[in-house]
């Protein structure tokens, strides 16, 4: 059984050296100090010692350990080595300030950026230093050599910010200190968040704040910092005969005040120009399943090719810290979500381009320090020691009528007038069949005014140093039922029309997959009889498909009834602004809201400004789709699955059961937590709404465990914008 003794000493101690001397018994196996140990084998290796132990932590915050840092003995130039100009070209330094021929003064950061061959990560995103890599020392003799005599007694801080240099010169030693806030694992700092937590100039930074200003003077670089401190070693054995070992803590504290950020980021597209859910079939008959006709051209608004990207417009909401964990968890916050807070756009920093977006939002509650054994542990959210580590909250994002219009109109029979409009969605959102938030005051199966409470009071829970990304179900509902009434026969069907077919992709009636709102055709077909390519070449977009459907009498792959991840569809649907009266009062296709017999006030709610709450003292809910068919949610996204994102094959694609998807080097199998067919959330009730998430699309087959991803269209790429911006 191995037997451990932990040494304590006084932590945080950064202006002088403190020794502790212990006598160590010599069946101790272990002798343990802050999140490091030494085996007694190496200990009893030398019991007339001349060499010190030199240990010590790396802290930011008032007590947060501070991974990467980089330590060493400095160790001057030798004044025979000053007549060598080899030796003086690749250590100039007599003293830490003295600089090389770069005008770089004595540091321990890299050189050039380095891949990690097991992550494909890369680090630091910007090298500014002038430490030689492995490759250079290994087969460099002079490189070798200084690193050797030089570089001999060096460091790096673990997870938990503690160093350890076993064999160091006793005595009176210069101590130094590098580190690159940009680097340190997952409490990295990027310039973003430099300008906009940390308050430094953007005249430091490039690309709109993406990136950091060169500079060959190390001071000139905020992500930069270096100190030395004078620390008087002791031997590690001090006493021999009594067994009393000797260690010294030196401890550094970064200057900068660090925040914990993490990323949300994602592409996002819509409909195409003239394209919505709502048009004029062949019968010239206004009826509700008109509202569920593609608009002509139909096989343009339904295909893949027609989409169009614009910048996204985001509000994101939160719980502040004052409002505990244990009262959010057990429900206890404001029904109207008033305990929320709408985050400043001041308080975060926001890259967006048509079809891409990323968020860098720093964390504000759950604050934590790094205590003695190295592991973090939670302290008072108002002290001012310690970093934050969550952030609870939900966003809301659309396309606006501003950015990308929807200048025209269609009729569903004797001029009764249909005006598009384009979803807005909550991030995350889910309920139970008939379950979605709904107008006010109204009750119908169950008191809707419940169900707008769960609505508002659904987030999310970030930690700090990860990254995020979007998941949308692509619900359907397809109707060909020409008769009204029998729509409503004794009422609604659970929230749905009674002709509806919800969430079957596998439409296999020739062209009525034209009546299935929300398909997505992804398939290429017919011929152009000019060019002699595909008239509708949606395959070339490389969105993924999940079943097939008729259309021409050709069956096409398509997409729908599953969750699609990283890539966000805003459908365009059409709702009447003329003539509902003569559809029982029905304003659209039930796929965005309930439509009640006879009801227009409650029916045509959503489609009007309001004063419905969101929350943080936010209103008006129009235009934002039904929680109980357009399920949404946030997904973990770990770095390495970004680095093999980059490396797929193809915009989009499917991964297989087990979660393998294919990129240039082979197969790889994504580790976050993507939405599927198959895979249930903490505090959900199944995978998918009503039937969804099936083989094929089609709701009797099992479950479907293939993750579906899309990394934009056209243009756009989100993974390409995270790594534009130097994020990955």
């Known amino acids: 059984m191995n037997k451990s003794q932990r040494i304590y000493f006084e932590s945080g101690n950064t202006t002088i050296d403190s020794h502790v001397k212990i006598q160590l018994e010599q069946e101790v196996d272990t002798i343990e100090f802050l999140s490091l140990n030494i085996s007694t084998k190496d200990a009893y290796r030398d019991f007339n010692a001349d060499y010190g132990v030199l240990v010590g932590r790396v802290t930011a915050n008032g007590g947060i350990g501070i991974p990467n840092a980089k330590i060493s003995i400095f160790i001057p130039l030798s004044d025979e080595d000053a007549e060598n100009s080899e030796i003086i070209s690749l250590y100039p330094y007599t003293t830490p300030r003295d ?14 950026a380095k891949i990690d061959p097991q992550t494909g990560l890369v680090s630091p995103k910007q090298p500014f230093g002038s430490f030689p890599t492995k490759e250079e020392v290994i087969i460099n003799d002079p490189h070798f050599n200084v690193y050797k005599k030089y570089y001999k007694y060096t460091a790096l801080t673990n997870d938990s910010g503690d160093y350890m240099i076993f064999g160091a010169p006793i005595g009176t030693q210069t101590v130094h200190m590098s580190v690159d806030i940009t680097d340190i694992g997952k409490y990295s700092m990027t310039p973003a968040a430099m300008v906009t937590n940390l308050g430094y100039s953007p005249n430091l930074f490039t690309d709109n704040n993406s990136k950091i200003k060169p500079s060959t003077d190390l001071n000139d670089l905020p992500h930069i910092e270096t100190q030395e401190i004078s620390v008087d070693i002791i031997p590690f054995w001090g006493d021999t005969e009594n067994f009393e070992i000797g260690i010294t803590r030196q401890d550094f504290r970064i200057r900068s005040v660090l925040t914990n950020t993490f990323i949300i980021f994602g592409s996002v ?4 120009d003239g394209s ?15 509202l569920f006709h593609a608009r002509s051209n139909e096989s343009v608004t339904v295909g893949m090719s027609s989409k169009r990207i614009g910048k996204v417009t985001e509000k994101i909401f939160y719980y502040p810290p004052e409002i505990s964990d244990e009262d959010i ?6 029904d109207d979500a008033s305990d929320m807070r709408l985050l400043d756009p001041s308080e975060y920093s926001a890259y967006k381009r048509d079809g891409d977006f990323v968020f860098i939002i720093s964390c504000n509650r759950n604050k934590v320090v790094t205590d003695e054994s190295g592991g973090e542990i939670p302290i008072d959210d108002n002290s001012s020691s310690g970093i934050f580590t969550k952030f609870r909250g939900f966003v809301i994002l659309e396309i606006t009528p501003e950015i990308i219009p929807m200048q025209f109109t269609s009729e569903i029979g004797n001029n009764t007038t249909v005006t598009p409009f384009r979803y807005k969605l909550k991030f995350p959102q889910h309920a139970p069949r008939n379950e979605s938030f709904s107008k006010p005051g109204t009750t119908h199966a169950g008191t809707d005014d419940a169900y707008n409470k769960r609505w508002r009071k659904q987030h999310y829970t970030f930690s700090g140093g990860n990254y995020y990304s979007l998941a ?11 008769t009204d009434p029998s729509q409503f026969d004794g009422g609604l069907n659970n929230g749905f029309f009674r002709g509806d ?8 009636t020739n062209d009525h997959a034209f009546n299935n709102v929300g398909i997505i055709i992804n398939g290429s077909y017919g011929i152009d009889p000019d060019s002699g390519g595909y008239t509708y070449n949606n395959a070339e977009f490389e969105f993924p498909s999940n079943s097939t459907t008729k259309i021409s009498n050709l069956t096409v792959p398509c997409f729908g009834a599953n969750w699609m991840n990283l890539s966000i569809h805003l459908p365009q649907v059409g709702y009447m602004t003329q ?7 029905v304003r659209s296709a039930d796929h965005f809201t309930k439509q009640l017999e006879d009801n227009s006030s409650f029916n045509g709610h959503f489609y009007q400004a309001n004063t419905d709450p969101i929350a943080g003292g936010q209103f008006n809910t129009q235009f934002m789709a039904r929680s109980d068919l357009n399920w949404t949610d946030f997904i973990y996204v770990p770095k390495e699955d970004i680095i093999n994102l980059r490396k797929s094959t193809k915009k989009g694609d499917a991964s297989d059961n087990l979660g393998n998807i294919p990129t240039s080097d082979g197969t790889y199998q994504l580790k976050g937590t993507y939405r599927n067919g198959s895979y ?3 505090g959900w009730s199944t995978p998918c709404p009503i039937d969804g998430g099936k083989i094929d699309g089609i709701p009797v087959n099992s479950e479907d465990q293939k993750t579906y991803f899309y990394k934009g269209f056209d243009a756009a790429d989100c993974i390409e914008f995270l790594d534009l911006l130097g994020i990955i």
Do not use: C, Q
């Open 99 to 112: 600089k090389n021929l770069d005008g770089k003064r004595y540091n321990l950061l890299p050189r050039v």
């Open 269 to 272: 597209f819509t409909d195409g």
């Open 276 to 290: 919505m859910w709502g048009d004029e079939d062949d019968s010239g008959t206004r009826r509700i399943e008109e």
């Open 329 to 334: 968890d057990d429900g206890n916050v404001a």
């Open 472 to 482: 949308k179900f692509h619900g359907l509902t397809y109707n060909k039922d020409i």
């Open 501 to 508: 077919t919800i969430n079957n992709a596998n439409i296999t």
């Open 579 to 585: 003539g509902w009266s003569h559809i029982r009062s």
């Open 680 to 682: 249930t959330p903490v």
